[in-house]
């Protein structure tokens, strides 16, 4: 263990003062950037909290291909939603990085920013300081960005020298077949969707993982690269794993109450500790855990609080609802050529150790892969020309709920592997096409099941309750296989004619002419899962209809601010990851250059 990996501490008894300038609870996307920047400030003491462990040494969150390997383990929340009524009342899984990097140590690495539109539209809801020209630069600053090639977006176009590596690792040849034959039904290629200007279009996936020096080939987490072993040196900064904290609590003081201080412990039934605050507590847990932690310090609608026996500190009808999610409509999986895919390479005799000597060796190969290599942007608007059975199924009509002309509503990765189920189903040569809906009207909510913090919270996200959320992806539906249909991509596939409705290669199969909606939307109904971006339960907005200000400050109390996905009004049309770590590095900003801020 180095020096500074070991000053990452495992217990609260362990820390040599129980009074900090900051506390950051939740080492996540958020959190770990706020550690880097406010202790970037020698005068100020901070101390991040994490529950999990940390994630130096866990291979799953540094090799990229296997980063589904973190499900259902000790570094995953194992969320799981209330049935759902609109999924013929199937429970949804919902990980959650549990671990220092928090989902950026758990995530498919994909970087999408969104359309400019997605953040200047909060400026409607009262929201104001972060519109796409105030986020843009900070993206930029955050990025250490090595182009594939010549054919990619120069340098100058992008960040260089930030802290996080972007680039493109692994490029199989079906997912560049897929995006030429995306071109056959109009979706035109675009080498680079994070311009903020132009979103849409399909292109091969920028990704958070490192394409040079000692660390090529692995993932660039929120964890690597703000708590490096320079940010970790700092005496100022103190990082806490394998705590959690139970509740804020309140000073009795004049005025609103104030937030003094955070109870803690290291298991159910373990000494609790109280950790004091000097200036401030940011809540950076997560768009399931920060409401959650809201609610068990007496913030939040006060005829819940009263259900459960949570003393009231505020009320706030806000905290918990607006969940938002990015759903996907579950997979269409097709069998490939044998050849065509990185499991038929892992399958073969010796393919993994050769792989994984490739990988050690220059970073490179299917390791490298973050499975979701390519992906495509659309409107679902756009799609005006493909009706089912020569006009008998017409298009389907949907209102356009996105944030304005360039933002799309429908994405569709295209994935050299199988990925059922969250990649728990094993599937040898399939290609996955992976519809996600970006503009979705389906929101739900985040609540207390009991005032025990260790107990998991109601997580309803209904998901696909919303009618135009499934018009839409009927659509998208159709058109994916249409896609698979065309040349170069449908050379490559092995379409079968003649499977039942419970094989995985069902939907795959059918004839895009075919195929009625009703069987499109039996599809949603037995095969929708999360895409795994919650984000709102604690969204900035006006003191009716948020629960921070734009400041990202809680309504009602003091020294308390929620700093990650929860503070989203509504979801970029992208991934959200680099969304929250540049709200976090601009908050911070903000705070160290005005003390008043
Ligand atoms: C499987 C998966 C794939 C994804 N793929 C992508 C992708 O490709 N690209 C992308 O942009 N986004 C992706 N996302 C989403 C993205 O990673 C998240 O939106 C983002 O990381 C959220 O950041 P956050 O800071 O809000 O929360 P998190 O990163 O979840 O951090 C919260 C942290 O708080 C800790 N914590 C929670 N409760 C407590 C407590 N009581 N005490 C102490 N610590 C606590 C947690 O353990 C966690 O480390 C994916 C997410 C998942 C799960």
Redesign the pocket.
């Known amino acids: 263990m180095s020096d500074a990996t070991s000053k990452i501490f495992t217990a609260p008894s362990q820390l040599a003062t129980n009074a900090y300038d900051y506390i950051i609870?939740?080492?996540?996307?958020?959190?770990c950037v706020l550690a880097n920047k406010l202790s970037s400030n020698s005068a100020l003491t901070v101390l991040l909290?994490?529950?999990?462990s940390n994630n130096a040494g866990v291979a799953a969150a540094q090799i990229p291909l296997l980063?589904?390997q973190l499900?259902h383990t000790k570094n995953d929340?194992d969320y799981n939603t209330t049935p759902q009524d609109a999924l013929a009342g199937r429970s949804l899984y919902?990980?959650?990085?549990?671990?220092?990097?928090?989902?950026?140590?758990?995530?498919?690495?994909?970087?999408?920013e969104g359309a400019g539109s997605d953040y200047d539209q909060w400026t409607k809801e009262g929201v104001t300081g972060w519109t796409f020209s105030d986020l843009k630069p900070i993206f930029r600053l955050l990025e250490d960005h090595v182009p594939r090639d010549s054919t990619q977006t120069p340098h100058s176009a992008r960040g260089v020298g930030g802290p996080r590596s972007t680039g493109y690792g692994n490029l199989s040849p079906i997912c560049s077949a897929y995006l030429q034959a995306a071109t056959k039904v109009g979706i035109k290629y675009n080498r680079d969707v994070n311009t903020g200007e132009n979103p849409l279009g399909g292109t091969e996936v920028m990704t958070?993982v490192s394409t040079q020096g000692a660390s090529k080939g692995q993932r660039s987490s929120?964890a690597t690269a703000f708590l490096t072993e320079d940010v970790l040196r700092r005496s100022n900064l103190t990082v806490l794993c394998e705590?959690?904290?139970?509740r804020v609590i309140f000073s009795e003081s004049e005025g609103s109450p104030k937030a003094s201080g955070v109870e803690?412990a290291t298991s159910p039934d373990s000494e609790t500790f109280k950790i004091q605050a000097k200036r401030e507590i940011i809540l950076?847990?997560?768009?399931i855990?920060?409401p959650?932690?809201l609610l068990l310090s007496g913030i939040g609608p006060e005829e819940d609080l009263k259900k459960v026996g949570v003393p009231v500190v505020y009320n706030s009808a806000v905290v918990g609802k607006n969940l938002l999610d990015h759903p996907t409509t579950g997979s269409i999986t097709f069998r490939a050529k044998p050849g065509a895919t990185i499991d038929w390479h892992l399958s073969q005799v010796g393919g993994q150790e050769a792989a994984m000597k490739l990988w050690m060796e220059t970073g490179k190969g299917v390791f490298s892969s973050?499975v979701?290599e390519t992906t495509a942007f659309f409107r679902s608007t756009d799609v005006k020309e493909h009706p089912g059975m020569a006009g008998k199924y017409p298009i389907i009509p949907v209102d356009d709920w996105t944030s304005g002309p360039t933002a799309p509503d429908v994405e569709v990765i295209g994935a050299p592997t199988g990925f059922i189920k969250?990649g728990s189903v094993p599937v040898v040569n399939g290609f996955t096409l992976f519809p996600i809906l970006l503009a979705p009207q389906s929101h739900g909510f985040v609540q207390l099941k009991s005032s025990d913090?260790w107990a998991a919270p109601i997580i309803d996200p209904k998901t696909f309750s919303h009618p135009n959320d499934v018009a839409i992806m009927t659509r998208a539906l159709r058109l994916c296989l249409r896609i698979a249909r065309c040349a170069p991509l449908v050379d490559q596939l092995e379409i079968v004619t003649d499977v039942d409705k419970s094989d995985f290669l069902w939907l795959g199969s059918r004839d895009p002419d075919l195929v009625t909606d009703a069987e499109l939307k039996e599809h949603i109904v037995n095969n929708a899962e999360t895409?795994?971006?919650?984000?709102g339960t604690a969204r900035m907005g006006t003191p009716d209809t948020g629960v921070l200000d734009s400041h990202l400050r809680v309504y009602g109390v003091r020294g308390l601010r929620v700093?990650?996905?929860?503070a989203l009004p509504t979801l970029p049309a992208?991934?959200?990851?680099?969304?929250?770590c540049g709200i976090?590095y601009l908050q911070a900003e903000r705070m160290l250059a005005d003390e008043s801020y």
Not at 94 to 112: D, E, F, H
Not at 284 to 287: C, D, K, N, Q, V
């Open positions: 609870v939740g080492g996540g996307s958020a959190g909290i994490e529950s999990g980063f589904s499900f929340w919902w990980p959650r990085g549990k671990i220092l990097g928090g989902c950026s140590s758990m995530n498919a690495m994909m970087v999408t958070f929120s705590t959690s904290v139970l803690v950076s847990a997560g768009a855990n920060t959650k932690l973050n979701a969250h913090p895409n795994y971006h919650p984000a700093c990650d996905a929860s992208g991934h959200p990851d680099i969304t929250v976090a």
